[in-house]
């Protein structure tokens, strides 16, 4: 019964990605057949081909690229040391600043993006890299995971780094930190993956092609051929799709670690 259940639920997550590639390499007269059909009667690689030269891909790739690996890099340089000063340091108002940061958490995206919108419309940066970068430079989330990692290191490890002369930043960069890896690793994945897959934000702070990114490139999709062309569509939905699934399998390891080593301790 335990392997029905496991076997039942992998098919409930699987099953749309499943049928997401399928119908990328099927024909748009297949794609519409009802009942549906699961197996092709021929592979249409050319799907891939239609999706990437309908608008400049290249260029929403390079976008989403830069978007999203920067905001991990700015990330990881804010959170590590604001994880290791809640998580090691008793200071006046620590309490009340890590409950601020938490509450964070619950504002969306969509609450705060017009004064956002205008800050930056004074500034001059909308449309480009810098309006989809700088509202992500740092994470609660990211905070608060790494807080309770680092909560866990005992205290006599610390205090042997610091007998030997060991200074704060290097106790956190190189004892810290190695010992945190498989939850960095974690979280990176997710931050990777959410800013990858956001469509709101470059939505609204980008008006032209310059700084579009994957997600809102993809929507023109909708309009190949004069009408909705789903494989086309989901085509480009692959396109999007398999790099975050190949980082994924290579770092599920180090995310298995990192439940692993919160549950052990």
């Given at each position: 019964m335990r392997m029905i259940g496991l076997i039942l639920l992998v098919l409930v997550f699987a099953t749309p990605f499943l049928w997401m590639a399928v119908t990328s390499v099927k024909s748009l007269t297949e794609t519409?057949?009802?009942?549906?059909?699961?197996?092709?009667?021929?592979?249409?690689?050319?799907n891939f081909v239609a999706a990437w030269e309908s608008g400049p891909f290249l260029r929403y790739l390079v976008n989403s690229v830069i978007v999203s690996g920067s905001i991990l890099v700015l990330q990881l340089f804010t959170i590590i040391p604001a994880a290791y000063a809640f998580a090691r340091y008793r200071f006046r108002g620590d309490k009340l600043l890590f409950g601020i940061t938490m509450v964070t958490l619950m504002i969306p995206a969509q609450l705060i993006f017009l004064p956002l919108y205008l800050q930056f419309s004074e500034w001059n940066i909308l449309d480009t890299h810098l309006?989809?970068?700088?509202?992500?430079?740092?994470?609660?989330?990211g905070i608060f995971m790494l807080r309770q990692s680092?909560?866990?290191?005992?205290e006599e490890l610390i205090e042997a780094a610091r007998l030997d002369q060991a200074g704060e930043w290097k106790i956190m960069y190189k004892v810290m930190v190695p010992i945190a890896k498989p939850v960095i690793i974690t979280f990176a994945l997710f931050s990777f993956i959410t800013s990858w897959n956001?469509?709101?934000?470059?939505?609204?702070?980008?008006?032209?092609?310059?700084?579009?990114?994957?997600?809102?490139?993809i929507t023109a999709l909708m309009n190949v051929e004069g009408g909705v062309a789903y494989n086309i569509m989901m085509a480009g939905?692959?396109?999007l799709v398999?790099?975050?699934?190949?980082?994924?399998?290579?770092?599920q390891r180090q995310i298995i670690r990192a439940f692993v080593y919160t549950g052990e301790k």
């Open positions: 519409l057949t009802f009942p549906p059909i699961w197996i092709p009667e021929t592979i249409m690689w050319k309006a989809l970068i700088l509202p992500f430079a740092a994470n609660a989330f680092f909560k866990q290191v005992p956001d469509y709101f934000w470059p939505l609204v702070m980008t008006t032209s092609e310059t700084a579009r990114t994957l997600p809102v490139g939905n692959m396109l398999v790099p975050v699934l190949i980082i994924f399998f290579f770092a």
